[in-house]
């Protein structure tokens, strides 16, 4: 019986094929007689529970005599590969195929993990024992496809040489524990939610994290990050996930928590989070109620990471994560926010404010996107500060900018910087006007105001000035700096440059083409239109001019 050409042709792809795309985390191989109600029942629930999709073939399969061509399309769409060799493998020749297959695509042997259940590994490697026995049996069985008999020989010595885990002295759920501790180190090294792109000026963050990893405890443990729009909360959450989620039995990154909710869409996050434990099951989460009452009961007995980024309302975290007693020993919830009262209101037991970026940590993010690298090329370094003078240490500003000046002259890099100055780029303005939209009707004043006439000015002055104008200023200026659009220096009431700039483009588009029917006007050449043309309205709540920022000889009153 001729095989091997036959074998051969399957193994390889065409030269015109492109290489398939990973559709599944693991393939496992295996003696059905030997493992599948067992060992490997036990391990795939395990692999499953933890997100990690594996594929397990269908057990009327192996009935059949030839290896089926989904089996080996499912091999090449697998990232990893766990062999489970047991005292019948070799007595397969569909395991055999398998296994040749396997080592034949997955190039990098390190995908590859092999599992001596019950088996000595010489066994295995020189096939003595019962896979001598098995081997008598294909040398009389193939007698004309010497060349195949030797290919299977060869790959299960080169599979005994592998690095792997024996069954010996090791009970079966440690052992499931250390393949499964396996496998999340390989699938998670492959795909991290971060770009390390994005890595700069997190060295006190990864100093924070391997704190949280050095003392562990069987406490559930809330942990607030809030900031600014774009100051990088959503980057060091990731961090954080990339860094510990193998530590957990279950790990979700549940991102725009903000967005999905205004959707009416929260019950997708709760099936997010639950999927990996339900599974088909899943349809049974009706709607939030049912999501909630699911998540309370599936994970009040497992160690979970979870990850709740841009949270902006109580109701979201109620339906997401509620109490501490929803999960179980040693997890950790993690929410990032633009609202510190917002944490306040949880009981965070740690919570983080992320602060700009230092000046030379603003170059080197804004070099990696402008030029791919950590420095500015020659000639382009006061551009490049320029630039990142008007970003002011805000992540998403130095993202957005530097990947927007890739590859251009020197003289479009001069006229965009001019531009920017005139007219603020919108992806940033709209960004951080989120921020904006959340507030009341007396509190978006009392913002609009602050950064039109009161910024760098004294608390309590500025708390009086409001007072004497109907607005509650106490409150709301304590408000706004909890939702990251103020800060207190000082005594002092300040603000981002960003968001100040902001504030003024809110203000322009409440009339673009004329300054007399905005709210409030601080630039001169607007001021100037207003006075000299006569095109003031009743829009207009107020005027302020420092007469210190206009050139002398422009300014004529």
Request: proline fraction near 3%.
């Amino acid at each position: 019986m001729a095989l091997s050409t036959q074998r051969d042709s399957a193994f390889l792809p065409s030269p015109h094929q492109s290489a398939p795309q990973p559709n599944h985390d693991v393939f496992l191989s295996f003696r059905g007689e030997d493992t599948r109600l067992s060992f490997v029942s036990h391990l795939y629930h395990e692999l499953q529970l933890r997100g990690i999709k594996t594929f397990k073939d269908d057990p009327k399969l192996e009935r059949g005599t030839p290896i089926s061509s989904e089996l080996f399309n499912a091999i090449e769409e697998s990232r990893l590969a766990i062999v489970i060799l047991s005292p019948n493998y070799a007595s397969s020749s569909w395991c055999l195929d398998e296994l040749t297959k396997i080592l034949q695509c997955m190039k990098s042997k390190s995908t590859v993990l092999p599992v001596f259940y019950h088996v000595d590994p010489s066994d295995v490697r020189k096939q003595t024992g019962s896979f001598a026995c098995a081997f008598t049996e294909h040398e009389e069985r193939f007698r004309e496809d010497v060349e195949g008999v030797k290919c299977w020989r060869a790959a299960l010595t080169e599979v005994a040489n592998l690095s792997g885990f024996d069954s010996k002295n090791e009970c079966e759920r440690k052992l499931i524990e250390n393949i499964v501790e396996w496998v999340l180190m390989k699938v998670h090294r492959k795909f991290k939610l971060l770009d390390s792109r994005e890595l700069v000026g997190m060295k006190f963050i990864r100093e924070h994290i391997d704190l949280l990893l050095a003392h562990p405890t069987d406490d559930v443990r809330f942990m607030g990050i809030w900031g600014m729009g774009g100051i990088g909360k959503t980057t060091i959450a990731k961090l954080v996930y990339d860094s510990i989620s193998t530590h957990f039995e279950s790990s979700s990154f549940l991102a725009n928590v903000r967005e999905v909710s205004q959707r009416g869409c929260l019950v997708d996050l709760q099936r997010q989070l639950l999927s990996p434990i339900l599974k088909d099951q899943i349809t049974q989460v009706w709607n939030e109620q049912w999501g909630t009452y699911f998540i309370k009961n599936c994970l009040s007995n497992k160690k979970v990471l979870l990850i709740l980024d841009d949270v902006s309302e109580s109701s979201q975290l109620e339906k997401l994560a509620g109490e501490k007693d929803w999960f179980g020993k040693g997890s950790i919830i993690i929410i990032t926010t633009r609202d510190e009262r917002l944490l306040v209101k949880h009981d965070m037991q740690v919570s983080y404010k992320v602060e700009r970026l230092s000046d030379d940590d603003a170059l080197e993010l804004f070099s990696r996107n402008a030029f791919k690298k950590n420095e500015p090329d020659g000639g382009f370094l006061e551009l490049s500060k320029g630039f990142v003078n008007y970003a002011r240490g805000l992540p998403l500003a130095l993202k957005l900018l530097g990947g927007l000046m890739y590859k251009r002259d020197e003289d479009e890099w001069e006229s965009e910087l001019d531009k920017l100055r005139k007219i603020p780029k919108s992806e940033i303005i709209d960004l951080l006007k989120i921020s904006y939209d959340g507030l009341d009707e007396m509190n978006k004043d009392i913002f609009l105001d602050v950064a039109f006439f009161h910024n760098g000015k004294d608390k309590e002055e500025v708390i009086e000035i409001l007072d004497s104008c109907g607005l509650c200023g106490c409150v709301g200026i304590n408000d706004l700096v909890q939702k990251s659009l103020l800060t207190i220096s000082h005594r002092n009431v300040e603000m981002h440059d960003l968001i100040q700039e902001m504030a003024l483009e809110i203000v322009r588009r409440e009339c673009p083409d004329e300054p007399g029917r905005r709210s409030r006007l601080c630039n001169y050449d607007d001021i100037f239109h207003v006075f000299i043309n006569n095109t003031a309205t009743n829009k207009i709540r107020g005027i302020s001019l420092r007469t210190a920022t206009v050139e002398k000889d422009k300014l004529e009153l």
